[in-house]
Every structure is written in C-alpha cells, then in structure tokens.
C-alpha cells in the first residue's frame, strides 16, 4: 500500500543543508547561543579541534534536562527474512546468510532472558518482509509481551495501513525509524529495492506513527552512509524538533549510530572519526536539548562510557543483533558486529560508579494499563 508525502517532507524542501566554512569567531557565538540555528557552526570543521569546549556545554545542557539518569533497553531481534535491498546491511535480500523468524514462543522466550537480566524495555527488531513478519505476527509479539515488558518499542518495516493502531492497542509504546541518511541522491543509491527504497514513505512513517497514537518516536541517520555526515546531523536535528513541535504529547529521541562491519562487505563512503563523533552528539545536544539520545553498542565501550557523560540518556547494552541471540545463538546471521560486548550488569555497573543511575523501567510508564512488574 502506497504512503503519501509526508508533511515533513515538504518543510525539509525549505531548509538549506549544505555544508559551508566557519571560523572560530562563528564557533565562539554558536557557543554562546547555542541552538538549532548554531548547528552548522557546531557541527563544521573549525569546532571540531574544539570538541571538549562542545562536550562541556553539552554536558551541562544533559545534566539540566535529564539528570544522571540513563535508560537501558535491549534490541530483540524477531526476524532477518527481509524483501529490501540495502548496500549496507547484512540482512539484504539476495544475500546468502542464514535467516531465520522466531515464532511467538521464541520471542517469548528471548524476552524472559532479558528480563530476567533485569531489561524493562526492550525494541522488537525485524527486516523487512510482510509474509514473515506482517501485521498479524507483530501484533502477537505485542500482546505476548505485554504482561511482562512496560515498554515494547519496534524497528520493522513502516506501515500505512492501520497497523500501527492495532499495535498501540496491542500495549505498543515506541517506534523508531531511522531515515538512514536524508539525501536523497544517496539514499536511492544505496536502497536499491523492496518498500525501503520508497524516501518519502520512510520519512513520513514517524508521522504517521504518532497520528496512530504511538507516544516514543526513534529517529536518526547512519553515519558513513551519506557523503556529508554533518547535513544528515543537520536534518536529524530538525527532524526531531519538528516531530517535537508538530506531536508534543510525544517523546522524540534520536540516534546517529555508525556504520560497522557486516555480510554486505559494505564500506562507508566518508568514515567519521571518533572526534567527529563526539562533536556531531554535543551538537546534536545543544540543537534539540529536548530529545533522548540513544547510543548502541556498535560503539566501544570506552567511547560509549565518555558519551554518556556528554549526551547519552538511552543505551543498549548486551546486545545481540542476531534472531534468537540470546537463548539459541549461532542459529542465523547477525545484522552488524557490535563493539561493546560488556553484560547488561557489566554496563550497569559502569554507570552506577560514574554517579549515574541505571534506569530498567520508568517511574512512570507512558502506558498507563500496565503495573510495572518489581
Ligand atoms: S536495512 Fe532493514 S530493510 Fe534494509 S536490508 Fe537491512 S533489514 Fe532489510
């Protein structure tokens, strides 16, 4: 089913991404009245020498909003069948990997390993395939782990169908779709077939998502994908504060996860170094105070423990990017190699001696119908 051009499509038109020159006076005012206006003088090559200045400011922006605390979720993933073909991905129709659909069971099973890890959140991953993983079998999962996981989130496919009214009705709280990178010239190179290939469907499916009730919109850009990391920061950046403005009863986070090894043999086009790392997360920061940053554990465990003294309010931690990774591993291909294998307790116990709390459930639940179990 097609999707129409979202609203956000037609305001992106009207901003100018292209990167320019700055000089450190520009850096200095972007410092001083700092915001999304000030992004590309925070993100441009003059401010990346000054990455600790950016990472103090930011420290201090996180500090203020979200105090030091630090949500901690784990990917489940239910599927690698997918029907898309993406350069980059390890799950990309036409490869020759092992694939593999959990049943409902399966995933039941995976997620009474996570919890009793002490995981109260956890993002249902899936490729994209509508027999293997439709409607009906998320809607499942849903229901499934409603009685034991306060907050279920999903990474799938989108949908422009009533699905993901039937999800929220179901106990589904978060969505995330990440736009991969916002040019459109390279997006059409590097999603070459299936539903991902259709831009504006991707970009609109959040939209859609929150008018269905979803009250956790995900976005982000796959740094080393774009030939200009700092443009697709950019668009991030105004993605979330429009998402911000437009569905303000919803909670936006964003993430800007790096390109990692895979069985696509992918290369990425322009790596970001660690610095350029640092310095796109205390912008992004800066930009959109408001949003939740979320780190993967495709990121060393050395940077992700400086980050989350910077920026980070949302990590995952003792993941596997594999179906049945964490009851019945070695049984399919994996979508990426992650770089932080640390356990979930191990990441805990990083945050607790940096003064930070780890946060296994909310306080409050956005879900309302649900006890959170102790
Ligand atoms: S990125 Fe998603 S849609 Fe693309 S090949 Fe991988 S799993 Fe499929």
Redesign the pocket.
């Known amino acids: 089913m097609s999707a129409p051009r979202g609203r956000f499509a037609t305001y992106l038109d009207t901003l100018d991404l292209t990167s320019r020159e700055y000089d450190g006076a520009d850096v200095d005012r972007a410092l001083q009245h700092p915001g999304l206006d000030a992004l590309p003088a925070l993100l441009s090559e003059a401010a990346t020498p000054r990455v600790e200045e950016l990472a103090q400011a930011a420290r201090a922006v996180t500090l203020q909003r979200f105090g030091r605390a630090v949500r901690l979720f784990a990917p489940l993933y239910v599927s690698n069948a997918?029907l898309?073909?993406?350069t980059y991905?390890g799950?990309?129709?036409g490869l020759d990997v092992v694939r593999r659909t959990l049943s409902v069971d399966a995933v039941a099973a995976e997620a009474e390993t996570l919890t009793a890890q002490g995981f109260r959140h956890l993002l249902l991953v899936a490729?994209?395939h509508r027999v293997e993983v439709g409607a009906d079998y998320l809607v499942a999962c849903v229901e499934r782990l409603r009685p034991v996981v306060p907050s279920i989130s999903i990474e799938t496919q989108t949908w422009s169908d009533d699905t993901y009214a039937r999800l929220v009705e179901a106990g589904l709280e978060g969505v995330v779709h990440y736009q991969e990178t916002y040019d459109r010239q390279r997006y059409a190179q590097t999603h070459l077939a299936?539903w991902?290939r259709d831009y504006d469907r991707r970009l609109s499916s959040t939209e859609r998502a929150a008018e269905a009730g979803v009250r956790r919109l995900g976005i982000g850009a796959l740094l080393g994908l774009g030939n200009d990391w700092r443009a697709d920061v950019l668009a991030v950046a105004h993605h979330a504060a429009w998402l911000q403005r437009e569905y303000w009863r919803t909670e936006v986070t964003v993430s800007l996860p790096r390109i990692k090894p895979s069985a696509s043999g992918f290369q990425p086009a322009v790596p970001v170094t660690d610095a350029q790392y640092v310095q796109a997360l205390a912008a992004l920061r800066l930009a959109v105070p408001e949003a939740g940053i979320v780190l993967s554990t495709r990121e060393p465990a050395a940077l992700r423990d400086g980050l989350v003294r910077i920026a980070v309010t949302s990590m995952s931690a003792g993941s596997s990017t594999e179906p049945g990774g964490y009851t019945t591993p070695g049984e399919a291909q994996e979508q990426f190699a992650i770089s932080d294998a640390r356990s979930p307790a191990a990441v805990a116990g990083m945050l607790v001696a940096a003064g930070y709390e780890p946060v296994w459930k909310d306080a409050f639940p956005l879900r309302d119908d649900v006890e959170v179990p102790a």
């Open positions: 997918c898309s073909s993406c991905c799950f990309s129709k490729g994209e299936g991902k």
